[in-house]
Nanobody, 128 residues
Framework: VQLQASGGGLVQAGASLRLSCTAS????????IGWFRQAPGKEREGVSC????????YYKESVKGRFTISRDNAKNTVYLQMNSLNFEDTAVYYC??????????????????????WGQGTLVTVSS
């Protein structure tokens, strides 16, 4: 399956963006999806993820209450709604997929590090 993240852009602090992760060559409904980001000069970090079967979710502490992950299997798309963006959210955002994480209980220890499929990133730039 090939993943593509889209929806990034340049926004001012406090604005919102909705990122989309779409797939070709397969359907996303059997995959857990994770959103990751990498800011300039920093390591990639997990932002949020959603399981495939029970829809369990996990959020990085700094985005809780601001970001919402959701999936629309009919559209073969997973979204990351990002509200109240701030400068620290500036990064390239990637989506990833894996069939392993079918339940939210897989996220009890945080966002898993191992994901089978990765998409191209989309740049989010937040001006302060």
């Amino acid at each position: 399956v090939q993943l593509q993240a889209s929806g990034g852009g340049l926004v001012q602090a406090g604005a919102s963006l909705r990122l989309s992760c779409t797939a070709s060559g397969g359907t996303l409904d059997r995959f857990a999806i994770g959103w990751f980001r990498q800011a300039p000069g920093k390591e990639r970090e997990g932002v949020s993820c959603i399981s495939s079967v029970d829809g369990g979710t996990y959020y990085k502490e700094s985005v809780k209450g601001r970001f919402t992950i959701s999936r629309d299997n009919a559209k073969n798309t997973v979204y990351l709604q990002m509200n109240s963006l701030n400068f620290e959210d500036t990064a390239v955002y990637y989506c990833a997929a894996d069939v392993t994480y079918y339940s939210g209980r897989h996220f009890a220890g945080g966002i898993p590090l191992s994901w089978t499929y990765w998409g191209q990133g989309t740049l989010v730039t937040v001006s302060s």
